[in-house]
């Protein structure tokens, strides 16, 4: 199975930067994903991960360490509508996704 | 992406009854489908894994009978709660897997907030 751990929440100011970090335990490994999602929403795909290193996509990067068992969502120039809550999913070699219990990011004016 | 949509996106219903939510691929061919349920503030649980042709394929202590899942065409699979209960009122999310490389993602539908009186 998985186990996928991240902070539950995280209050930053417009326009600065956000670090969400997840660590991950897994039985098999193959890529690594992040979602956002709105409050009574489903997740929207963000970015995805599957050798080591850093992916950026506009304002939002994520980074990922397989022998360490991390990655973390960068993002950047923090806008209000950026408030939400943050999924880091690990997939199986079956292709099924495992969750993390999300990290709520509150974006003060 | 792909395009999914979810009907009906909210449902209450009275306990004891049983519903049924549809999930369909507007713009893609789906062989398989992807079936969660979320709980307020947590995250979402895998309950099964619906293959276009047969039988889904159920997640650790998720009854079978009493989530019936049918997916009779690429474009179609649907999740029927069967004789619902309040413990079963959540936030029921579908979502299908592209293929043709690793890099390939889950494109989520809308979801079906399901309220059991």
């Known amino acids: 199975g998985q186990n996928i751990d991240q902070p539950t929440e995280m209050t930053a100011t417009e326009g600065a930067i956000v670090q969400i970090n997840c660590t991950y335990q897994?039985?098999?490994?193959?890529?690594l994903f992040w979602y956002q999602q709105h409050a009574g929403e489903a997740p929207t795909f963000l970015s995805y991960?599957?050798?080591?290193g850093l992916e950026e996509k506009g304002r939002f990067s994520s980074f990922l360490s397989r022998s360490k068992g991390y990655s973390y969502l960068l993002l950047k120039e923090l806008q209000m509508k950026d408030s939400a809550s943050y999924l880091c999913?690990?997939?199986?070699?079956?292709?099924?996704?495992?969750f993390g219990a999300g990290t709520t990011v509150t974006v003060r004016a | 992406g792909a395009v999914v949509s979810q009907h009906p996106s909210r449902v209450i219903c009275k306990s004891g009854t049983s519903v049924k939510i549809e999930c369909r691929s507007l713009?893609?061919?789906?062989?398989?489908m992807f079936w969660y349920r979320q709980f307020p503030k947590q995250s979402l649980m895998l309950m099964a894994t619906?293959?276009?042709?047969?039988?889904?394929?159920?997640e650790q202590g998720v009854e079978k009978d009493k989530f019936l899942i049918n997916h009779a065409s690429l474009t179609l699979s649907t999740l029927t709660v069967t004789s619902a209960h309040p413990e079963d009122s959540s936030f029921y999310i579908c979502?299908?897997?592209?293929?043709?490389?690793?890099?390939?993602?889950?494109?989520f539908g809308p979801g079906t907030r399901l309220t059991v009186l």
């Open positions: 999913a690990v997939r199986d070699p079956d292709y099924k996704l495992s």
């Open positions: 897994t039985s098999g490994f193959n890529g």
């Open positions: 991960n599957v050798l080591d």
């Open positions: 713009d893609f061919q789906a062989t398989t």
């Open positions: 619906s293959n276009e042709g047969s039988k889904a394929t159920y």
């Open positions: 979502s299908l897997g592209t293929s043709g490389g690793a890099g390939d993602t889950q494109y």
